[in-house]
């Protein structure tokens, strides 16, 4: 989603400067909308700046399930919306992101990831679809997606089975909200579980999606393009 996002120029070249953030430690477990989370850095908070690349998440290399929802016509656009869907993350998010894996692995479970990072050409895709501020990001302002910051994702069993969340991904409905009580009970204490194992790995929610997970100032980082991939996804 897009809580975090501001007007920032698209990078176009494979070697990135992207700020070395290292964990930037909780801000308390409330239900952040757009007008009560922090999203400014402080000067004094800044990093150093190091060149950093995306990382390629795989089966093979994080022990996850990959169904790239965008990568195939089963979304809301109705259209594959990736040529070539693969997931990617920036460093400090694949770090967490390990972690949260780790995590998991305690109880039994495994994370199935339907998109991470989401070049901005696929923004542009999507919202023009759907221009709905409230579950997308105005590409002109950029989502924590398209600086490889953010994770859309749900839980498994040893099985491979998705634990029930109540909506699929993507549902586009109030039902989708953490903390609504319209859904079952046992869809409620799994996404309860979800969220607590992401944010003790030090990830930030949304509150109108579930399966959304973000860096908390997602916005240190640049919008990018498709062309930072090694092989493009559009």
């Not at 409330?30 to 007008?35: N, V």
């Not at 089975?161 to 409620?188: C, K, W, Y």
């Amino acid at each position: 989603y897009f809580h975090h996002a501001i007007n920032c120029p698209i990078i176009c070249s494979a070697n990135v400067s992207i700020p070395n953030v290292g964990t930037l430690g909780r801000r308390g477990y409330k239900a952040f909308s757009r007008k009560t989370h922090p999203t400014t850095d402080k000067p004094n908070n800044r990093p150093d700046r190091s060149f950093m690349t995306l990382i390629k998440i795989t089966p093979e290399t994080h022990n996850v399930e990959l169904e790239i929802a965008y990568g195939t016509a089963d979304n809301f656009t109705g259209q594959p919306v990736y040529a070539n869907p693969a997931c990617y993350l920036n460093p400090e998010s694949e770090e967490l992101l390990r972690r949260a894996i780790e995590l998991a692995a305690e109880l039994g479970l495994r994370f199935k990831i339907f998109d991470a990072f989401r070049p901005t050409e696929a923004q542009w895709v999507l919202w023009n679809h759907t221009p709905d501020s409230d579950f997308l990001a105005d590409p002109r302002r950029g989502s924590p997606h398209s600086r490889g910051a953010a994770v859309d994702l749900t839980l498994i069993d040893d099985a491979g089975r998705e634990l029930d969340m109540g909506t699929p991904f993507d549902a586009f409905t109030p039902r989708s909200h953490h903390g609504n009580l319209s859904i079952g009970v046992e869809a409620q204490r799994n996404r309860a579980l979800l969220i607590g194992l992401m944010t003790t790995a030090d990830w930030d929610f949304y509150r109108n999606e579930w399966w959304h997970y973000q860096l908390f100032y997602a916005r240190r980082y640049p919008v990018l393009s498709d062309s930072v991939l090694p092989d493009g996804m559009m």
